[in-house]
């Protein structure tokens, strides 16, 4: 695969904006800060003008420009942006502890209004940093996702994985050969996590569902818009207008994830009370009303916490796992050689009266390969969730005030903790699809055709969804099952 121009900044970009609103009269609000090398603001807009429909590309443009640490200013919030190795250790390793606890430095999210508005300012993703947030990260790391819930919940993901090899032969056998990849990842993502989560699959093709599956796509689709650029966040005075219209689009959705929420709460709540002192927790949201009950938490657990996360692990896996296979497809699809090795050793290493399981992953080196530069090439999440550090601090002699807001997400200690759930997905997924199909264009597409544009958000999905041809290569009985 081939690495783009601006691919440096992928991986270590660290995007800094510092949140100086208001000066206040203290020690620390008038003392003069060096500010790194960067383009001359505007009034108003700061350097806004400079950010294109792909905002990581257009810093990494200026950045080779000003140099590895740059200035920036958006709307009213003067901006930092690093994009070297040496940058990001500094950030993320040599003062990720210091930008933790105080008296050195306190991480924490900046109130930004996804948070208010889909995820009841309750989940551990934009949690500040305190209490509830060490106590939900230690329920996922301890609880909700440990190495024991992973392997107890394994066949889950396996049953998927076939559902959705029987779906993909039986889509291309009826669309006359090709399919979206997208969209029977991202249902087999949802029903893999809902099946951990929830205990069963509420979203389905025919009578029982919640609601039709295709609706429930666009819901996960704009959950997304956690990630987007609004206007409203850096200029403040202008949020109320809601000029982009997102925070409109964020109540919307908010209306329509709750009911489907309260209706989980509900059936298992009554579960529970039916079941008395017998009561034994089969999934995520079992053992976070149990745990809601618990009396010597740090910190208690409300029904909009529950609420909160859930949608952490339904929504934001469900949608990155489909768009990392997705974007390894397209590029598998361009680069027939490396597909050939792709497959070479799944024939190899598995075989063809079998499907793959988790078990076989540590034995393709070259598959995991294949993954790695997918998302060194295409990061699922270029900018992600801003950490903000209330101490100031200083790199390479310039200044860093307090308030700052960082953007990396993949290192340090809100790393997201479904990542190794996530990568477990990713593997088994797109080695099954490797191995049950020889991939191929449609007719009349080439391999100059593909577009290999993204579309900004949270993640960063193609701009035009991936069509394929999957012709099955293995045993009928292999694609049957449940």
Known sequence: MELPP?????????????????RR????????????????????????NLIGPLPHRSMHERSARYGPLMSLRFGSYPSFVGSSVD?????????????????????????????????????????????????????????????GQMKSTEHIRIEEVRCILRAMSAAASRNGGAVVPKDHLSMASFNIASRMALGKKYIFDGSGSLMPPESFRWMIQEFFLNGVFNVGDVIPWLSFLDPQGYIKRMKRLSKMFDPFLEHVLVEHSEQRRRQGDGFVPRDMVDQ??????????DVPIERDGIKAFILDIIAAGSDTTAVAIEWALSELLRKPETM????????????????????????LPYLEAVVKETMRVHPLAPLLTPRLSREDTSVGGYGIPAGTEFLPFGSGRRMCPGLGLGMKMVHLMLANLLQAFVWRLPDGVGVDDLILEGKFGLSMPRMVPLEAVPEPKLPAHLYDGP
């Open 87 to 147: 940058m990001a250790k500094f950030f993320l390793k040599t003062h990720d502890l210091a930008l933790q606890k105080p008296p050195a430095g306190v991480l924490d999210r900046p109130a930004l209004p996804s948070a208010r508005y889909i995820l009841y300012n309750s989940d551990v993703l934009w949690a500040s940093y305190g209490p509830y947030w060490r106590q939900g990260r230690k329920l996922f790391q301890n609880e909700l996702l440990s190495a």
């Open 25 to 48: 009269c203290s020690t620390s609000s008038s003392r003069k800060y060096t500010v790194p090398p960067g383009p001359r603001p505007w009034p108003v807009i700061g350097n806004l």
């Open 340 to 363: 050939a090795k792709a497959t070479d050793e799944l024939d190899r290493v598995v075989g063809g009266d079998r499907l793959v399981t988790e078990a076989d992953i540590p034995r």
């Open 6 to 22: 601006w691919s440096s900044l992928l991986g270590v970009v660290l995007f800094l904006v510092a949140v100086l609103l208001r």
């Open 288 to 297: 976070l009303l149990q745990l809601a009950d618990d009396a010597s938490l």
